[in-house]
């Protein structure tokens, strides 16, 4: 028999072997016809392509390939495509940084991952590949925003935008973190300017009740959830008489609105200026309004930040009493919530009654505590007081639904619903997106481009770095167009997508990539959506997640989709991290995935980023553990080697069989039953690697005493069962042993007669290490266990003269005997 020592495990060679084959026979491509067999669309989101790719990376693929390689042997058909999202800041910015245009190097950075991924073996269905920038692609994405503008969803206007002063563009509110941009950390501007938008509060309530259809973690949910920001109240307006202007205030609390005192406006309200215009406070409140715009709404909403405001020197009428009531503008006060202005009780809310405090204004209590409540403000219920003859003495609570009806019926207020989602701002000033395919015409006025004119291709400028407009103003040429209309002379829109738009679509099209008449065709999107498994980071869970729902409705709506929710469950992975901390250049702690596979080879490192943790959770990085990874699949690759090609099946259940093969072929089924379930239900990669570590070990124990056939079984079996995280390994293992390929097998069932025995292999060990194993019943009790190990001779060896402080029994696996 050939010595272990002598063999050499060789990824390098091993590795492209494997790979050329899946490629010369495009094993992973899937055929869009109905073969009767189960769809499973399994999808990883897709990468930014800025240069090389990352660990969470590898994880992100590795995973959904795992999830792929299960479910094609299992039975179904699977869709595993892949594409980029190439448009937008991060290509931009990169190119920025190394003096490339975007075009140039978004294609270096394509081709990178392009050949990473095919290094590490990825089951891509390569033949629906895309980049997000490409004509072919962002043609569609153009026709879908004239469908979306269409009906009203897509429209421009007006209004106060954040502005990135380092990017130069404007920023959803999405992507707007605690005051900063979410790209680079700069803080954030307000500006009025006219921008594109899409209606996605016209789908806030559905996209709120469909989250109880879909399977998602609910830590998901809850975050769009609060994000969407769906409460109950009353509206009411506040009249100004000095610019005869009514202000609405929204409220989830109108049994308190007889205790408002002041009325207060968020430094970013459109109007906060033209009020203080005139008065002795001019100047204060200009100053105040421009201090505000540099503070974070985190910072400015801290519980302990003192309460600051400036009078705007104007009154509003509280129109249930009539009472003229001051104008303020506090930093306190958010524009994203609500209408941007408030009505202020001091009675009965924490902040405002600090800032009445502060400032010397009127607190009015209008809800009675139990007896002998008097603190202030008092947030509890109680009984309506000093409000008005038809509730005063009535529990607040009771009161609300009444005053909200006597609100709509004086003419005063309505019944309301507020969110805290506000439509999605869509324009960009920046070069390197998808051009938005409107003209402007001076007799006609705002024109679609004609669906048969797209796309409108992005121009080449050599001059694309952000000037505070888009620099596709600078390209004349391309800017002068022609009415569609008319037919007279025409300027193009100069401001191009947000890329969230490209990603908001995406999935649809890699079921139908090579369509070119259609965006997709409607019966091919229902033999693959919605997709089933989605894979990615939960940084994406308000933004793309939510916008991709809000297509899809959208589309439904149009009679374009059949269903409503683009993905069925939804798993989000955990973060990699090196020393306990997230990797960034900046600490010099990044790790490229390339270094491993050079080293190691792919199927080490994917195998050890799933080993490493349970996959949903953050993962630190060791070069230990890869290593360790690395032994454990060249143990697998020997094993193969040395028990040769031949007959690999299981022995028969009740079959006469030796202690060896008996203990070797339970074990195997027992990894098979085990893995199964890990892979199959829990995403628990971590145990199911480690089932089949476990299986290996079982086999060079008994590599001397089993049967050929046996030993082959379990071999065969391991690499059956491994090939979902390391296929390049177990492809070659499985060919040594079998003769077959191991992708076109299915998945290996368990016996269940060969999960049931009357004993088991107890561990005995003396402080964590093992000195012994021995054949125990399966019924046996702790005590019996413990009295068994004692008297294995080599525990007693370990044990003899020495104190037995502390027992440990683990029933059906080990005792541990600890000594001093």
């Given at each position: ?14 590795e ?5 084959v ?25 990468p ?22 299960f479910s ?62 490409e ?40 992507q ?5 941009c ?101 100047q ?54 609500g ?55 009535l ?72 000037r ?15 009415c ?25 099209r ?102 490493i ?7 630190d ?94 071999v ?42 009357d004993?088991f ?15 125990a ?44």
């Amino acid at each position: 028999m050939t010595e272990l020592r002598e063999l050499r495990y060789e990824p390098k060679a091993i590795e492209p072997k494997w790979q050329r084959v899946w490629e010369e026979e495009r094993t992973w491509e899937a055929s869009n016809e109905d073969d009767g067999r189960p769809k499973h669309y399994v999808l990883e989101m897709l990468p930014y392509p800025s240069g090389e790719p990352h660990m969470g990376h590898l994880k992100n693929y590795a995973l959904g390939d795992a999830v792929a390689h299960f479910s094609r042997r299992i039975g179904r058909r699977v869709l595993h495509p892949m594409g980029y999202d190439a448009f937008g800041l991060p290509a931009e910015n990169n190119a920025i940084k190394t003096g490339e245009h975007p075009r140039e190097a978004t294609a270096k950075s394509i081709a990178s991952f392009q050949r990473q991924f095919r290094e590490w073996g990825i089951s891509i269905d390569w033949s629906r590949e895309f980049g997000t920038h490409e004509p072919r692609y962002y043609r569609w994405t153009q026709w879908l925003f004239l469908q979306l503008q269409e009906r009203g969803l897509a429209y421009k206007r007006e209004g106060a935008v954040n502005w990135c002063p380092n990017d130069q563009t404007v920023l959803a509110n999405e992507q707007v973190v605690d005051g900063r941009c979410e790209r680079c950390g700069f803080e954030v501007e307000q500006r009025q300017l006219e921008q594109w938008y899409f209606r996605i509060t016209d789908y806030a309530d559905r996209l709120l009740e469909d989250l109880d259809e879909i399977q998602w973690p609910e830590h998901v949910k809850t975050m769009q959830r609060n994000w969407i920001g769906r409460s109950e109240g009353a509206q009411v307006a506040f009249h100004n008489p000095d610019l005869g202007i009514d202000y609405p205030v929204f409220t989830t609390r109108p049994d308190t609105l007889f205790g408002a005192t002041f009325f207060v406006m968020s430094p970013e309200h459109p109007d906060v200026l033209r009020l203080a215009a005139g008065t002795e406070h001019e100047q204060a409140v200009r100053d105040y309004v421009r201090h505000a715009q540099t503070e974070s709404a985190e910072e400015r909403g801290a519980a302990d930040k003192a309460k600051t405001g400036v009078p705007l020197g104007r009154s509003v009428v509280n129109p249930v009493n009539g009472e003229s009531i001051p104008m303020w503008v506090a930093d306190y006060v958010l524009m994203e919530y609500g209408t941007g202005a408030i009505m202020a009780v001091p009675g009965h809310d924490e902040r405002d009654h600090e800032f009445a405090t502060v400032h010397g204004l009127p607190i009015k209590r209008v809800i009675a505590g139990p007896e002998g409540e008097d603190e202030l403000p008092y947030s509890g219920d109680g009984t309506i007081v000093d409000s008005h003859p038809d509730f005063d003495g009535l529990p607040n609570r009771e009161a609300l639904s009444a005053i909200v009806a006597w609100l709509d019926r004086e003419g005063k207020g309505h019944r309301s619903i507020n969110y805290r989602l506000r439509d999605w701002l869509v324009s960009r000033q920046r070069y390197w997106g998808c051009p938005i395919p409107v003209v402007y015409c001076d007799a006609c006025g705002m024109e679609p481009v004609p669906t048969d004119q797209l796309p409108v291709e992005l121009p080449d400028v050599s001059d694309y770095k952000p000037r505070g407009r888009s620099p596709l103003a600078a390209a004349e040429e391309w800017v002068a167009t022609t009415c569609p209309r008319c037919g007279g002379p025409a300027r193009r829109e100069t401001d191009t997508m947000d890329t969230f738009v490209d990603s908001s679509w995406y999935f649809l099209r890699y079921c139908d990539a090579n369509n070119d008449a259609a965006a997709w065709d409607r019966d091919v999107l229902n033999r693959w959506m919605p997709v089933d498994q989605y894979i990615g980071g939960v940084e994406h869970a308000i933004l793309h997640l939510l916008y991709a729902r809000f297509f899809t409705k959208a589309f439904a709506d149009m009679e374009l989709l059949d269903f409503q929710e683009p993905f069925q469950a939804l798993f989000t992975q955990g973060m990699i991290t090196r020393d306990g901390a997230k990797m960034s250049k900046s600490k010099g702690n990044v790790i490229s995935p390339a270094t491993y596979v050079d080293r190691y080879g792919a199927d080490t490192a994917r195998c050890y980023i799933l080993f490493i943790g349970p996959p949903d959770q953050d993962a630190d990085w060791s070069d230990e553990g890869v290593e360790g990874v690395h032994r454990f699949l060249a143990r697998l690759w020997r094993l193969g080697v040395e028990v040769g090609v031949g007959p690999a099946d299981s022995p028969a259940t009740g079959a006469a069989l030796s202690d060896a093969d008996g203990a070797l072929a339970r074990k195997a089924h027992w990894a098979i039953d085990k893995v199964t379930a890990d892979v199959s239900g829990r995403f628990a990669f971590n145990t199911a690697i480690s089932a089949v570590m476990e299986l290996v070990n079982e086999c060079y124990r008994h590599r001397e005493q089993a049967s050929p056939e046996v030993q082959r079984f379990a071999v065969a079996t391991a690499a059956s069962l491994i090939f979902p995280f390391a296929p390049h390994t177990a492809s070659e293992v499985y060919e040594l042993v079998t003769g077959g390929r191991v992708w076109e097998q299915p998945w290996p069932r368990a016996d269940p007669a060969m999960l049931t025995t009357d004993t088991f292999e107890l561990v005995a060990q003396v402080n964590g290490k093992v000195r012994d194993r021995l054949t125990a019943p399966t019924d046996a009790t702790k005590d019996q266990l413990e009295q068994l190990a004692r008297t294995a001779p080599n525990v007693v060896a370990h044990v003899d003269g020495k104190e037995v402080v502390k027992v440990i029994v683990v029933p059906g696996k080990l005792v541990n005997l600890v000594v001093r």
